[in-house]
């Protein structure tokens, strides 16, 4: 990788530590690894309190490695073995990318901080399995724990709120998806016994599974036990996941006496992969993924979504659950969950129509870190701290503190607003004694969970602070960021075409009036060569593709203003995640926002049109 980089080009002005953000400066490791002593120091406390761990707990045992054995020829060559492996793998990683530099905005990952690093490397000594306290007596506490700060972030009751910590955000979508699917069965089974018993006689499929909390309570309270039909009674009993699939479809018709087509989901164009592949694993079909259409701010369109739900409801199809984005992969967009709540909440209210509201915010959650909270220096518009503020309503949510929360990978969580929404199975281990309360296994997809996902982000909770003067404070100088990366990169003398900004990505491509999307496409794979991981390394960057027909209702009116010729159906524009805590730092020999806007302008200068 070539080392030669820009000249250096000072920090201007506007881009001073103030001594609250040179506080900050303590959680992280640094660019040039400015804090290793002070690391080091704590990473050998962390060791060498394990150490005296092993040696306190079993003293009498005896050792069962003696010095005659670590003399021996046999261990002196495994010692040498491991030592030349070591290095070799230490080689190997020295062609790792640099993620941790602020010259790495491609993709959404960026340096850890400090107290992440050490709850992830403090666990993995102890290595728990926070499938269950058995094998996890302190983990799966800490991840109650830090289940509680991030729902209490989100203004949740941290009494009332579950969760648990995945592997990621694709499982943790995955985690909502059978929640949703769980709870609609428990009302379509509910339902069903007060159609059958007589209590609501005319009682819709669609009506049913959108019963409701309040109504389930009062039926479950009215209605008889079923006791004739072998077939219905298992259907009326509740525990539809354990129902062959096949035969319960023909059993709800027979009970409604109208076709069962299975449920929706309703999600924007915008959607992450873990949607596509999440109603395939459920069994339900892509068939089942509504998309609802955007508009032209790049979010879940309000008019199309309540077509969609009219369209659902017509056809006999319940709704499994809503899904909002929070922070969307392609350009950090931020769907209004306060008005699909609003949507949602009055449909309950006119309709008794009770539909599950997840929010992917595996990217944007921890904006919900105060960082709109009356701050003056606060970037966000208006609508995102509404959408962000109303996460709370929603039924379930979906984090990575791998992402803006700068945790080591791999870390996702899954919050249900509610303690009886969270429980979607009924299953055991006859190995495992279940605390149905404490444990969180016997609910979760994943088996077997590390714990250093959750600790991580308890310690980043504990000393960085998920509010406004913590990660809220860390975040705002992002997105202070990313405006100033938009300034240099306009003021450059090539045509460089920004698409708005919500949160801290950015999306640009480079055309001149006239120009085809094709020739545009082109030299946004040409910029994405240059800048990408065959690149010479002076800067990272990503890419992605904007179809017509997702983000038409956005595109097309730039593509007019930019006077683009329309002969293909996608543009390709470079994306920018602008999530490091040290970009443009006023102490660093080069502003690196300048320093991109040059080394681009330079490319494109070699590269004319």
């Known amino acids: 990788m070539s080392t030669e980089l820009p000249a250096p080009v000072p920090p201007t002005d506007d881009a001073t530590c103030s001594p609250r953000d040179i506080a900050l400066k303590s959680f992280f490791l640094g660019p040039q690894a400015e804090n290793a002593e002070w690391l080091r120091q704590v990473i050998n406390q962390v060791f060498e309190s394990y150490v005296r761990w092993r040696r306190e707990v079993y003293p009498d045992d005896g050792r069962a490695i003696s010095q005659a054995d670590r003399r021996s020829a046999d261990f002196q060559e495994r010692r040498r073995r491991f030592g030349r492996e070591l290095l070799n793998l230490l080689g190997r990683f020295e062609s790792e990318v640099p993620k941790y530099s602020p010259r790495y905005i491609g993709h959404m990952f960026s340096e850890?901080?400090?107290?992440?690093?050490?709850?992830?490397?403090?666990?993995?000594?102890?290595?728990?399995?926070?499938?269950?306290?058995?094998?996890?007596?302190?983990?799966v506490r800490l991840e109650s724990e830090a289940i509680g700060a991030l729902a209490a972030m989100f203004a949740m009751a941290p009494e009332q709120a579950r969760g648990h910590f995945t592997s990621g955000g694709t499982v943790a979508n995955f985690e909502a998806m059978t929640r949703a699917r769980s709870r609609l069965y428990r009302f379509l089974s509910r339902g069903a016994r007060a159609r059958a018993c007589g209590t609501l006689p005319t009682l819709g499929l669609v009506e049913a599974a959108h019963l409701g909390w309040s109504v389930y309570d009062e039926l479950g309270e009215t209605c008889p036990e079923p006791d004739d039909d072998p077939g219905l009674r298992e259907l009326m009993e509740g525990d539809l996941l354990a129902a062959n699939p096949f035969m319960l479809a023909g059993q709800l018709e027979r009970c409604f006496e109208e076709p069962y087509r299975g449920p929706v989901i309703l999600v924007g164009e915008h959607k992450h992969y873990s949607w596509v592949k999440g109603v395939e694993l459920l069994g339900l079909g892509r068939e089942a993924l509504w998309a609802v259409r955007l508009n032209e701010e790049g979010t879940l369109s309000l008019p199309h979504l309540e077509a969609r739900l009219n369209q659902a409801r017509a056809a006999g199809r319940p709704v499994l659950m809503v899904v909002s984005v929070a922070?969307?992969?392609?350009?950090?967009?931020?769907?209004?969950?306060?008005?699909?709540?609003?949507?949602?909440?009055?449909?309950?209210?006119?309709?008794?129509?009770?539909?599950?509201?997840?929010?992917?915010?595996?990217?944007?959650?921890?904006?919900?870190?105060?960082?709109?909270?009356?701050?003056?220096?606060?970037?966000?518009?208006?609508?995102?701290?509404?959408?962000?503020?109303?996460?709370?309503?929603?039924?379930?949510?979906?984090?990575?503190?791998?992402?803006?929360?700068?945790?080591?990978?791999?870390?996702?969580?899954?919050?249900?607003?509610?303690?009886?929404?969270?429980?979607?199975?009924?299953?055991?281990?006859?190995?495992?004694?279940?605390?149905?309360?404490?444990?969180?296994?016997?609910?979760?997809?994943?088996?077997?969970?590390?714990?250093?996902?959750?600790?991580?982000?308890?310690?980043?909770?504990?000393?960085?602070?998920?509010?406004?003067?913590?990660?809220?404070?860390?975040?705002?100088?992002?997105?202070?960021?990313?405006?100033?990366?938009?300034?240099?990169?306009?003021?450059?003398?090539?045509?460089?075409?920004?698409?708005?900004?919500?949160?801290?990505?950015?999306?640009?491509?480079?055309?001149?009036?006239?120009?085809?999307?094709?020739?545009?496409?082109?030299?946004?794979?040409?910029?994405?060569?240059?800048?990408?991981?065959?690149?010479?390394?002076?800067?990272?960057?990503?890419?992605?593709?904007?179809?017509l027909d997702a983000y038409g209702a956005l595109l097309n009116r730039h593509l007019e203003r930019w006077e683009l010729e329309r002969d293909v159906d996608r543009l390709t524009v470079i994306r920018l995640s602008v999530m490091n805590p040290f970009i443009d730092a006023r102490e660093m020999t080069l502003e690196l926002s300048q320093g991109f806007a040059d080394a681009l302008a330079t490319f494109l200068d070699a590269h004319p049109r």
Request: glycine share 8%; with cysteine; aromatic share 8%.
């Open 112 to 139: 850890t901080s400090m107290p992440a690093m050490v709850g992830h490397v403090l666990t993995l000594l102890h290595n728990p399995n926070n499938i269950s306290g058995e094998s996890s007596r302190v983990g």
């Open 327 to 547: 922070g969307t992969t392609e350009l950090g967009a931020f769907d209004r969950v306060d008005q699909v709540q609003d949507l949602l909440d009055r449909r309950a209210r006119e309709l008794g129509e009770h539909i599950w509201h997840h929010v992917d915010a595996a990217y944007g959650g921890f904006f919900a870190a105060n960082v709109c909270a009356d701050q003056p220096d606060c970037v966000l518009n208006p609508g995102v701290c509404q959408a962000l503020q109303a996460i709370h309503r929603a039924n379930s949510v979906t984090l990575d503190p791998h992402k803006l929360g700068y945790v080591p990978y791999a870390s996702g969580a899954f919050i249900a607003r509610e303690q009886r929404e969270y429980a979607a199975h009924q299953v055991d281990a006859p190995y495992l004694a279940f605390d149905e309360i404490a444990d969180p296994g016997p609910q979760t997809i994943e088996g077997s969970r590390s714990a250093a996902g959750a600790v991580a982000t308890w310690l980043t909770a504990r000393t960085i602070g998920l509010d406004a003067q913590g990660y809220g404070r860390i975040l705002r100088r992002t997105l202070q960021a990313r405006a100033r990366l938009e300034e240099r990169l306009s003021a450059t003398a090539h045509p460089v075409r920004l698409l708005p900004a919500t949160s801290n990505l950015l999306a640009f491509c480079v055309a001149h009036p006239g120009e085809s999307l094709s020739r545009v496409n082109a030299r946004s794979e040409a910029i994405f060569e240059r800048f990408g991981p065959g690149g010479p390394g002076d800067f990272f960057v990503s890419k992605t593709t904007l179809t």
